[in-house]
């Protein structure tokens, strides 16, 4: 008979090609075979625990990326200039994966690898190394906000971060990432086996790593978001928002406000850091918001034991907790842009009460809490507006109310007054004066003019850079610091609300209150002070399918959570206070709402009539009690929760210039993988072998099947 040959040689090709392409694949056999698979003997997966991102404003980007086919180095660890000097100019073998300790992670060795970058592959940062930076060195501006607030100008003047180096603002062309001790001891075990140099100089085989982190965002905001809008179903970037929290003492919104008469206490809750997993800025400004805390406790106190009646005696107390702030002033702009122009704050319709808007100018006092963990001696500053202008006299009672309870306190505070000469600190503050000069506004920090922290938007500002508790009974110099500028502050508002003098005297703050929540957004996010404001679910099930241990700082990677960070409680881990976008659900927002809640509002003893989606006077909570067991308990309290991005995105301009563009770029799953190479002369060698075979066996086949009818005939 005859026998097609060719064929059957052609079936057998294709399978064993079809053979190879499986077992190379790392996604196709499944997790429990892939083990097994060639694809598992040539790479070795090293997991991630954070990495920088891009991100886009109305004229740029920042932050860190690769192409499509991702970067490849050859592994080499830095410990000193010598091998900074390596990897940028004399080692042998470039691109080099630099891995580097957070000692290292400055902006004098990032801003070499940048030169060099054709050198640089990319970077490695072992981030379980505690102890400080050799350089004191802060990764953002030196005139934070600088083009958003109430002076803009193109000069940087005053200099408030004179450690800024700004590298959390350029565009780095190589990825970063960081890696758990885990990781980086593999990863330094193969280095120490292939790639340790030997009189300066490595030899093959080599140990490389390949790093993949697509960034689909690109150029600036207008570009991306305009790719959006033009081709139907594209997806880049997204602009930063998420909650944040505003409410009152006593409802506000059931006052008529004719003239400037709410006191108004603010702090911001967002931060950031160049990696902002990793973002849990401890003087800026945690100290600030923990200290609104306190002193909300303490009006609270006051307030539950009827010592301030119904309220109706008082002007109103109204209290604020600025997302996004650390992005152009992001939360402030917003709730500003939402007062004017027509609109309404605060927007509550659909409740069974009526309700009256307000906007900057009912405001009559505005004292806000910014860095406060680094006062030298007790030592604060009250930077004060309005000082040669018709409100004078209301600042300056502001500012003399503020002095003599913190002097009470044991404090001082230092009177740094805005004029030609001297401006305002970075502050929300500044968003609100930009339309109402009417406001008498006090921002209290741990400075008069730079900054006193030098990590201000580094992973370094920390809770042992600041002397927080690392026990929350443990009793620190800051944390009794914060609890006499909290009593200060609450005091102060109800004076200037029209208390009685005797009944201002009884407000004070709790130092165990401070203590535990230092500790707790500083240390340890699953402390049991965080945990009793949660339930179970919001615990374990509402993020579970995001987690990814052993990492410290888990990161959501994968569906079904999306293509951006979620943050979630992680034991002995502080937690990240970046602002993030729409889809990601951080935590804090729900700790800050709860804990204003807890602070503000008084415990309802019959739950019966609570409806959570129902009368806006009342929450409704399942938390857990002291036995970790689910309870649901109904609290009286007028705080709110709302959405905020920046005005840019909801007028579609996004090349604004009045307001904050900030956009986080989509991404493909960052990741990375270490391999072992023989010789880049071995690599050709195989390759064109590889090559030669494939030719000849083509070309044998050809014949074969040319010849076949005369090779196999029939005898």
């Given at each position: 008979?005859?026998?097609?040959?060719?064929?059957?040689?052609?079936?057998?090709?294709?399978?064993?090609?079809?053979?190879?392409?499986?077992?190379?694949?790392?996604?196709?056999?499944?997790?429990?075979?892939?083990?097994?698979?060639?694809?598992?003997?040539?790479?070795?997966?090293?997991?991630?625990?954070?990495?920088?991102?891009?991100?886009?404003?109305?004229?740029?980007?920042?932050?860190?990326?690769?192409?499509?086919?991702?970067?490849?180095?050859?592994?080499?660890?830095?410990?000193?200039?010598?091998?900074?000097?390596?990897?940028?100019?004399?080692?042998?073998?470039?691109?080099?994966v630099a891995a580097i300790g957070l000692d290292m992670f400055n902006s004098h060795v990032m801003r070499?690898?940048?030169?060099?970058?054709?050198?640089?592959?990319?970077?490695?940062?072992?981030?379980?190394?505690?102890?400080?930076?050799?350089?004191?060195?802060?990764?953002?501006?030196?005139?934070?906000?600088?083009?958003?607030?109430?002076?803009?100008?193109?000069?940087?003047?005053?200099?408030?971060?004179?450690?800024?180096?700004?590298?959390?603002?350029?565009?780095?062309?190589?990825?970063?990432?960081?890696?758990?001790?885990?990781?980086?001891?593999?990863?330094?075990?193969?280095?120490?086996?292939?790639?340790?140099?030997?009189?300066?100089?490595?030899?093959?085989?080599?140990?490389?790593?390949?790093?993949?982190?697509?960034?689909?965002?690109?150029?600036?905001?207008?570009?991306?978001?305009?790719?959006?809008?033009?081709?139907?179903?594209?997806?880049?970037?997204?602009?930063?928002?998420?909650?944040?929290?505003?409410?009152?003492?006593?409802?506000?919104?059931?006052?008529?406000?004719?003239?400037?008469?709410?006191?108004?206490?603010?702090?911001?809750?967002?931060?950031?850091?160049?990696?902002?997993?990793?973002?849990?800025?401890?003087?800026?400004?945690?100290?600030?918001?923990?200290?609104?805390?306190?002193?909300?406790?303490?009006?609270?106190?006051?307030?539950?034991?009827?010592?301030?009646?119904?309220?109706?005696?008082?002007?109103?107390?109204?209290?604020?907790?600025?997302?996004?702030?650390?992005?152009?002033?992001?939360?402030?702009?917003?709730?500003?842009?939402?007062?004017?122009?027509?609109?309404?704050?605060?927007?509550?319709?659909?409740?069974?009460?009526?309700?009256?808007?307000?906007?900057?100018?009912?405001?009559?006092?505005?004292?806000?809490?910014?860095?406060?963990?680094?006062?030298?001696?007790?030592?604060?500053?009250?930077?004060?507006?309005?000082?040669?202008?018709?409100?004078?006299?209301?600042?300056?009672?502001?500012?003399?109310?503020?002095?003599?309870?913190?002097?009470?306190?044991?404090?001082?505070?230092?009177?740094?007054?805005?004029?030609?000469?001297?401006?305002?600190?970075?502050?929300?503050?500044?968003?609100?004066?930009?339309?109402?000069?009417?406001?008498?506004?006090?921002?209290?920090?741990?400075?008069?003019?730079?900054?006193?922290?030098?990590?201000?938007?580094?992973?370094?500002?920390?809770?042992?850079?600041?002397?927080?508790?690392?026990?929350?009974?443990?009793?620190?110099?800051?944390?009794?610091?914060?609890?006499?500028?909290?009593?200060?502050?609450?005091?102060?508002?109800?004076?200037?609300?029209?208390?009685?003098?005797?009944?201002?005297?009884?407000?004070?703050a709790d130092e165990a209150t401070v203590s535990s929540l230092l500790y707790c957004f500083l240390y340890?996010?699953?402390?049991?002070?965080?945990?009793?404001?949660?339930?179970?679910?919001?615990?374990?099930?509402?993020?579970?399918?995001?987690?990814?241990?052993?990492?410290?700082?888990?990161?959501?990677?994968?569906?079904?959570?999306?293509?951006?960070v979620v943050f979630v409680l992680v034991p002995g881990v502080p937690l990240s206070r970046y602002i993030?976008?729409?889809?990601?659900?951080?935590?804090?927002?729900?700790?800050?709402?709860?804990?204003?809640?807890?602070?503000?509002?008084?415990?309802?003893?019959?739950?019966?009539?609570?409806?959570?989606?129902?009368?806006?006077?009342?929450?409704?909570?399942?938390?857990?009690?002291?036995?970790?067991?689910?309870?649901?308990?109904?609290?009286?309290?007028?705080?709110?929760?709302?959405?905020?991005?920046?005005?840019?995105?909801?007028?579609?301009?996004?090349?604004?210039?009045?307001?904050?563009?900030?956009?986080?770029?989509?991404?493909?799953?960052?990741?990375?993988?270490?391999?072992?190479?023989?010789?880049?002369?071995?690599?050709?060698?195989?390759?064109?072998?590889?090559?030669?075979?494939?030719?000849?066996?083509?070309?044998?086949?050809?014949?074969?099947?040319?010849?076949?009818?005369?090779?196999?005939?029939?005898?």
């Amino acid at each position: 008979r005859d026998f097609d040959l060719g064929v059957m040689m052609g079936r057998c090709f294709f399978a064993l090609l079809t053979f190879l392409a499986l077992d190379l694949s790392p996604g196709v056999l499944g997790d429990t075979a892939q083990r097994d698979t060639l694809y598992r003997k040539i790479y070795r997966a090293i997991g991630l625990r954070d990495y920088c991102v891009r991100l886009t404003n109305a004229t740029h980007t920042i932050g860190c990326g690769t192409g499509d086919g991702g970067t490849t180095g050859t592994i080499h660890f830095v410990e000193s200039e010598h091998d900074v000097n390596y990897v940028v100019s004399s080692g042998s073998h470039p691109p080099y994966v630099a891995a580097i300790g957070l000692d290292m992670f400055n902006s004098h060795v990032m801003r070499q690898f940048i030169a060099a970058s054709h050198r640089v592959a990319g970077v490695l940062i072992n981030g379980t190394r505690q102890h400080y930076s050799q350089n004191d060195d802060s990764p953002s501006l030196r005139c934070p906000n600088q083009n958003y607030g109430l002076y803009p100008q193109k000069s940087c003047s005053p200099v408030w971060n004179n450690n800024g180096s700004g590298l959390s603002f350029e565009s780095i062309p190589f990825p970063v990432f960081v890696l758990g001790g885990e990781d980086l001891a593999t990863v330094r075990q193969c280095y120490e086996a292939f790639n340790a140099p030997v009189n300066d100089t490595a030899s093959y085989p080599l140990c490389k790593v390949n790093m993949q982190a697509f960034m689909y965002a690109a150029k600036d905001t207008p570009t991306c978001m305009r790719k959006e809008n033009v081709i139907l179903g594209t997806h880049s970037c997204d602009p930063l928002e998420n909650p944040q929290v505003w409410g009152s003492l006593f409802n506000v919104t059931l006052r008529s406000l004719d003239e400037p008469s709410i006191v108004f206490l603010a702090a911001k809750m967002d931060t950031s850091a160049f990696f902002h997993q990793l973002a849990y800025g401890a003087d800026n400004d945690a100290t600030g918001m923990i200290t609104l805390f306190a002193a909300l406790e303490a009006m609270g106190k006051l307030k539950r034991n009827g010592q301030l009646g119904n309220g109706s005696s008082l002007q109103p107390i109204v209290f604020t907790f600025f997302n996004g702030e650390e992005w152009d002033y992001i939360g402030s702009s917003r709730m500003v842009y939402d007062m004017t122009g027509g609109r309404q704050f605060p927007n509550i319709g659909g409740h069974n009460e009526p309700y009256q808007n307000f906007g900057p100018g009912n405001i009559n006092y505005f004292l806000e809490l910014r860095q406060l963990g680094l006062a030298s001696g007790g030592m604060f500053y009250g930077h004060r507006s309005m000082v040669n202008t018709p409100r004078h006299e209301a600042s300056q009672m502001l500012f003399d109310a503020m002095q003599n309870h913190t002097k009470q306190s044991g404090l001082e505070l230092i009177e740094v007054t805005e004029n030609n000469n001297t401006q305002l600190p970075p502050a929300s503050l500044q968003s609100f004066l930009k339309v109402s000069k009417s406001i008498a506004g006090l921002v209290v920090t741990d400075h008069e003019k730079e900054f006193a922290n030098k990590f201000y938007g580094s992973v370094f500002d920390s809770g042992s850079y600041v002397g927080a508790p690392n026990r929350p009974d443990m009793s620190t110099e800051l944390a009794r610091n914060l609890t006499n500028v909290a009593t200060a502050v609450a005091r102060t508002a109800l004076e200037l609300a029209g208390a009685e003098s005797d009944v201002v005297q009884k407000a004070t703050a709790d130092e165990a209150t401070v203590s535990s929540l230092l500790y707790c957004f500083l240390y340890n996010s699953n402390c049991t002070y965080f945990r009793r404001l949660l339930d179970s679910d919001d615990q374990r099930n509402k993020l579970g399918k995001c987690l990814s241990f052993p990492f410290s700082v888990p990161a959501c990677l994968s569906a079904p959570c999306g293509s951006h960070v979620v943050f979630v409680l992680v034991p002995g881990v502080p937690l990240s206070r970046y602002i993030s976008v729409d889809g990601s659900t951080p935590f804090v927002e729900t700790i800050v709402n709860r804990l204003a809640v807890r602070m503000s509002g008084f415990l309802v003893d019959n739950d019966t009539a609570c409806d959570d989606d129902g009368d806006y006077l009342q929450k409704k909570f399942t938390m857990q009690d002291s036995t970790n067991s689910d309870i649901t308990q109904c609290w009286m309290a007028y705080v709110y929760e709302y959405t905020v991005k920046s005005p840019a995105f909801s007028e579609d301009n996004y090349g604004s210039h009045q307001y904050s563009t900030w956009a986080e770029s989509v991404w493909d799953d960052p990741s990375a993988r270490m391999f072992v190479v023989s010789s880049d002369y071995i690599e050709n060698v195989t390759l064109g072998v590889g090559c030669l075979v494939l030719v000849v066996s083509f070309a044998l086949v050809f014949l074969v099947t040319r010849r076949v009818e005369k090779v196999f005939s029939e005898q």
